[in-house]
């Protein structure tokens, strides 16, 4: 799995320049456009970052603010600071995939596939099913270790210490 992440990280600069010289090339823009085109989508993109990252913080204050935990809004900050990164990775092909993670109407299914395909799973295995709902929960399954007890023969202690038998 890590050599396929290396190769997929060494392989993206290589198809944008590659990307970059076909555009240079083959369009009247020539290679100072071309250039010109790539900075241009850059701080375009990183324009809307920063417009985005402020609306997810809003988002994120607001959720909190109301005693809800803000999961999907986390991942798009998250998102963003991945768009972010892309964004200022000069060539065509990462701004595409920079401004793709910006726009909310594109990062919506993004995010829902990242917590189908990875968040998920993963806390369903650091946490043993409860992120899912898959979790056992109906008492001892082996049914060992329980004891019958009666009512009279447990002690239950009130906030005062005093003593009533149930």
Do not use: C
């Not at 250039?35 to 241009?40: E, F, M, T, Y």
């Not at 994120?60 to 600071?81: H, M, T, V």
């Not at 990775?89 to 726009?103: I, N, S």
């Not at 806390?123 to 001892?140: C, E, N, P, Q, T």
């Amino acid at each position: 799995m890590l050599l396929r992440i290396l190769g997929l990280l060494l392989l993206i600069p290589l198809f944008d320049m590659v990307v970059l010289v076909a555009v240079a090339t083959q369009t009247s823009l020539g290679f100072v456009g071309a250039v010109a085109l790539v900075v241009l989508t850059a701080l375009i993109g990183m324009l809307l970052v920063r417009s985005e990252g402020r609306h997810t913080a809003r988002k994120i204050q607001e959720r909190i603010r109301n005693g809800s935990l803000p999961g999907d809004e986390l991942l798009d900050g998250g998102l963003l600071i991945a768009a972010g990164a892309f964004l200022l990775t000069p060539g065509f092909v990462t701004d595409l995939v920079g401004l793709v993670l910006v726009v909310p109407v594109t990062r919506w299914p993004i995010r829902k596939a990242l917590k189908r395909w990875l968040v998920i799973p993963y806390l369903d295995r650091k946490m043993g099913g409860i992120a899912s709902g898959v979790a056992y929960g109906g008492g001892f399954p082996d049914g060992e270790d329980t004891y019958d007890v009666d009512a009279g023969s447990y002690e239950v202690h009130d906030r005062d210490g005093d003593t009533s038998r149930d």
